[in-house]
């Protein structure tokens, strides 16, 4: 795949089992969230570690021996990535067949963020080269609507963990319609936790593809970039806009 990141490699830690998320987001193009997480505790609900990274290395030798090049590798999945019950272990071997096969390349993981602060998780995430965590709204209201987490998952545990991470890409994805978090008040209350994170860089973006709810619209270009201004002006923050 080709996007923000260059040409990538994606790592998906779930496969085609199901999508396991702590979240249910109205805008996941991978429709609504069936598995719960008490389901990871059920042998053969994830792939094993070893499964993973046995799969990893014969991507990673592959495009070594054979190309295509990559510009960088992304662990993602059908879910949220930091769900899996290895994945420090998970972090540790890529990290390993990365510097052997793609040597330089950096590993970004995207993430909901609601694990963030788990010490494990949260040194594992550190260690990667980049983290780029979701962050749809500034206030609880919009977060239960925008995140609908299913677990007990709030707005300020996200903070709370990314505060922790040495640095962090914020994404942000804007909606309208049946689920709107563009109005003038919870864009200010967006733009509040965003400067007070301090983020590296900063993603804005709104749906492409079909979605499992109703109703739902995305942004044109033109509202997406007042977001960005808006941002850029309050806290000398610059966003891309992801289109």
Not at 167 to 175: E, K, L, P, S
Not at 193 to 217: D, E, F, N
């Amino acid at each position: 795949m080709i996007g923000a990141f260059g040409r990538t490699i994606e790592i998906d830690l779930f496969g085609s089992k199901a999508k396991i998320c702590s979240f249910d987001c109205p805008y996941c193009d991978l429709g609504a969230t069936q598995t719960r997480l008490n389901k990871l505790k059920e042998q053969g609900a994830v792939p094993s570690s070893q499964e993973i990274l046995a799969q990893a290395q014969q991507r990673f030798r592959d495009i070594h021996e054979k190309g295509p090049g990559v510009d960088s590798v992304i662990i993602s999945g059908n879910g949220e990535p930091t769900i899996h019950p290895e994945f420090p272990e998970i972090v540790s071997g890529l990290i390993s067949l990365r510097d052997i096969w793609l040597a330089g390349k950096p590993i970004v993981l995207f993430t909901n963020g609601a694990n963030l602060d788990q010490r494990r998780v949260n040194e594992a995430v550190n260690r990667l080269d980049q983290r780029v965590v979701k962050l749809d709204a500034g206030n609880e209201r919009i977060f239960k609507t925008m995140a609908a987490p299913l677990s007990r998952v709030t707005l300020q545990k996200v903070i709370s963990g990314v505060r922790l991470l040495k640095d962090v890409t914020i994404q942000a994805m804007f909606v309208q319609g049946a689920v709107d978090n563009t109005s003038s008040a919870d864009l200010e209350d967006w733009i509040e936790v965003v400067g007070l994170l301090k983020p590296h860089s900063v993603q804005i973006t709104t749906i492409t593809r079909p979605t499992h709810i109703a109703g739902l619209k995305s942004c044109d270009e033109d509202t997406l970039h007042t977001i960005a201004t808006k941002l850029e002006r309050r806290t000398s923050l610059k966003a891309s806009v992801l289109i």
